[in-house]
């Protein structure tokens, strides 16, 4: 129900199950309070907007692609958002440094000239070009792009961006890498390891010279490595690293997510790494990087040739957190927070408050359909985007 300038919300609160009425005025949470309301079965929860660090695309529409255009970009972003994605950081990978460049801009187009999409991505992540050149460690990234760390280059690309480059993945591996990871932690952007081989020395080097996460760590490595040390090893035994996560079942098995769960108790972020291919309907695609893959009805994305080798992945951060609520990996509202406001104060986002007064009205409405989310309503600032 609403006031005059103000929304009145009923749910189940996310963390604690019981009825509370959330109070939003403007573009933030007025006020939450416990509810008399009884009849808790026909109450939907309610939780603070989910946040995606690692978006490469979503339904047909690939941040990696030109021509892309500024209105694809909008209307996609508000797809995501209809999922109870309310912040996410799409991600440009291994490129050319002249396509990096030009796919950047256009984002940040979208960003200025649409409020709602400029509220809606946090940031711009950078997956490479700066990883390991190695085959398996690499992943599906091109080869022929893949470069040394080169701060001049960067910061072109940030000029093209207006500022909006906030991640950016890279293997610590290379020679001058302590010294662009800390040129980079100094200007406000986290520097995050993934698609490395690197020695557990480089990888010591990288965090003492500010490298703060682990990209898809398990993920985005040779098949074969030494028992120890290697770098899954020495990137979980750092305090200092947060590690994301795919958890949609396909990319790491139980028994690693568990070990995760574990290790990285107050510290593990999960993140979708959705591919365009996302939220598309089964069957086969031909795709400018792997060729020929299969999206199964399951939501497994793999290659044509190799039903064994996954080409990417193709399932959103709520699949993600029904995977880890119906393996029992954790409860539903851990998994919720590990896709939310964990992100969120990593990143160091107002939206880290959660459901709390004063915080941003970034705010999902859901129930569950056996072991399946369904998504009721989504607020982003206090604007109601998605309604079923």
């Not at 309070?33 to 978006?55: C, T």
């Not at 010279?209 to 990137?235: C, D, F, K, V």
């Not at 993140?271 to 939220?279: N, P, R, T, Y």
Request: glycine fraction near 8%.
């Amino acid at each position: 129900m609403s006031g005059e300038g103000q929304i009145v919300l009923e749910g189940l609160h996310y963390e604690t199950g019981k009825p509370v009425r959330v109070t939003i005025r403007g573009e933030k949470i007025q006020q939450v309070e416990e509810s008399a309301q009884e009849a808790k079965a026909n109450l939907p929860w309610i939780a603070p907007g989910l946040v995606d660090l690692q978006i490469n695309g979503y339904y047909g529409v690939d941040f990696n692609t030109l021509p892309l255009t500024k209105e694809a970009v909008q209307k996609v972003t508000r797809q995501i958002a209809e999922l109870g994605v309310t912040s996410y950081y799409p991600t440009v990978i291994t490129n050319s440094s002249e396509d990096i460049e030009q796919l950047v801009g256009i984002i940040a187009d979208a960003c200025s000239s649409d409020p709602l999409t400029g509220q809606c991505i946090a940031g711009i992540h950078i997956e490479g070009p700066f990883i390991s050149p190695e085959d398996g460690a690499r992943g599906a990234h091109g080869k022929q792009f893949v470069m040394a760390p080169d701060w001049e280059l960067f910061l072109k690309w940030q000029r093209a961006a207006d500022g909006r480059i906030r991640i950016i993945t890279l293997s610590p591996e290379w020679d001058n890498a302590p010294e662009f990871i800390a040129k980079c932690s100094a200007s406000g952007v986290t520097v995050s390891i993934g698609h490395t081989s690197a020695t557990p020395e480089q990888i010591r080097a990288a965090v003492a010279a500010g490298a703060r996460m682990s990209t898809h760590l398990g993920n985005g490595a040779q098949l074969m490595l030494p028992r120890h040390p290697n770098y899954i090893w020495e990137q979980l035994a750092s305090d200092e690293l947060s590690p994301c996560a795919i958890a949609d079942g396909f990319h790491l098995p139980e028994s690693v997510l568990k070990v995760f769960l574990k290790a990285k108790a107050e510290q593990l972020i999960i993140v979708s790494d959705a591919v365009f291919l996302s939220g598309m309907a089964p069957g086969e695609y031909d795709t400018h990087i792997g060729g020929k893959v299969v999206l199964t009805p399951e939501g497994r994305l793999h290659t044509a040739a190799n039903p064994n080798i996954l080409a990417g992945s193709a399932q959103m951060l709520p699949f993600n957190i029904e995977h880890l609520v119906r393996t029992k990996l954790c409860t539903a509202n851990q998994a919720w927070e590990m896709a939310s406001t964990r992100p969120a104060a990593f990143m160091g986002m107002p939206a880290a408050q959660g459901l709390a007064e004063g915080a941003p009205a970034d705010l999902v409405l859901y129930t569950w359909q056996g072991d399946k989310l369904d998504i009721h309503n989504v607020f982003k600032n206090g604007n109601q985007i998605h309604s079923h």
